[in-house]
């Protein structure tokens, strides 16, 4: 404890030593997540999504770059760092999404959908740059799961929305950006958050899923921190 209340027959120190200070201070600074290109609680800028909204057609592709993110206040302990972003605001079931009739119901249970896993982030690493794993949008998935560096990615929610689609099935790996149906009455979340893990390459089994990865990078957290944005397909929100 840095202060007590108790009445000591000796001398109270009213003031710690700065060493010892600090280190109270730094202990009870959390991990930090910051961003060049996004702002915490607000729209993800268009640049940085898979779609855009087109008034003929109801969406176009987009720059599809993935964003600047950089970190600091990582534990003691911290050997490699990994990168997850998701949308937990996906509908449970397709059948009203893009339709052009109806939009999809606010009340419609929601499930997560993985845009970026990426993992085995060296312990001396505290930032990603801007589009340095993704700056287009990549028909039928970029390659993987090997990413420069040494680190690797896990596959996106893409590989199975466009299963079936002939000019887009494929494997997706790495950053792929925000494309929430153009009828969906909410307004998508997407949450980045990195983590401070406890060993140096995370294990990795056979599925390379979002979900699965997430749930290993859980496994062996020492510490994460989050930035939350948002985006929108659909017009009538848009305006709003």
Known sequence: MCSSDLQLEFPVITRMPDRVCMQCNKESLPMQLLSNSLTDQAPIPEKFAFAVIDPGTHVSLSSNINPHLAWKGAPEGTRSFAVVCLDPDAPSAADDVN??????????????????????????????????????????????????????????????????DADMEGQYFGYDGPCPPWNDSTVHRYVFTVYALDVETLPEGKDLSGAALAEQIKSHSLAQASLTVSYTLNPRLAEG
């Open 99 to 164: 339709q052009e009739d109806r939009e999809v119901p606010a009340s419609l249970p929601r499930v997560d959908f993985y845009h970026w896993t990426l993992f085995n982030i060296p312990a001396d690493q505290s930032e990603i740059r801007e589009g340095i794993h993704c700056d287009s949008v990549t028909p039928k998935g970029k390659r993987g799961p090997a990413a420069p560096d040494g680190q690797r990615h896990g596959l996106n929610d893409y590989t199975g929305w466009f299963a079936g």
